[in-house]
């Protein structure tokens, strides 16, 4: 159970804490963004809170996926397998011992990758190994609070409070629009 609370905890905190995707609509000001963000999260929707982080944020979130499915995934041999088909399937060199950064770097659409891994350790991986820990990160999203927002020209901070914790998040302006960094 503390595996499974301080995993969730890791991926809330990647996932509100997490350079620039596509962009959402609004995203005229960090409130906007954050509103947009904690809806698309909450409701399990990864493609879309994906347009509102930064690329360094993108990789962070693609990391914490890549260090649950590596931590879980040597439960069997069919799960081990299972997963080198599935970073086979997405184009990923699995006798790269670094996968991460080989990854992010060749990923075109990280979005859809993150989605598919995220489905994957749901289906693959049990709960004690991190299988529900994107479904925890959501469910503390959806009861996530947005507050203090300090807002710069180009930088901008707020406090994210869940029942679990609270932290300072980072926006970053890029282009005219914000992004969760």
């Not at 499915?69 to 069919?78: Q, R």
């Amino acid at each position: 159970m503390v595996k499974r609370r301080a995993f969730a905890l890791a991926a809330l905190a990647a996932i509100a804490a997490s350079a620039c995707a596509g962009g959402g609509s609004g995203q005229t000001t960090p409130q906007e963004t954050a509103r947009a963000y904690k809806e698309a999260v909450a409701g399990q929707n990864w493609e879309r809170a994906f347009k509102y982080l930064t690329r360094n944020a993108e990789g962070a979130l693609i990391g914490l996926a890549f260090i649950t499915a590596s931590y879980g995934a040597p439960v069997d041999l069919e799960t081990i397998q299972s997963y080198q088909r599935f970073l086979e399937e997405h184009g990923i060199d699995t006798s790269d011992g670094d996968r991460r950064d080989s990854t992010l770097a060749a990923l075109e659409d990280r979005a859809g990758f993150f989605s598919d891994m995220v489905d994957w350790i749901e289906a693959s991986l049990p709960d004690t190994l991190g299988g529900n820990v994107f479904v925890q990160a959501s469910e503390q999203m959806a009861a996530a609070e947005f507050t203090d927002f300090e807002v710069g020209d180009e930088t901008a901070y707020a406090q994210m409070v869940t029942p679990e914790s609270s932290r300072r998040v980072r926006f970053r302006k890029i282009d005219g629009r914000w992004f969760i960094d």
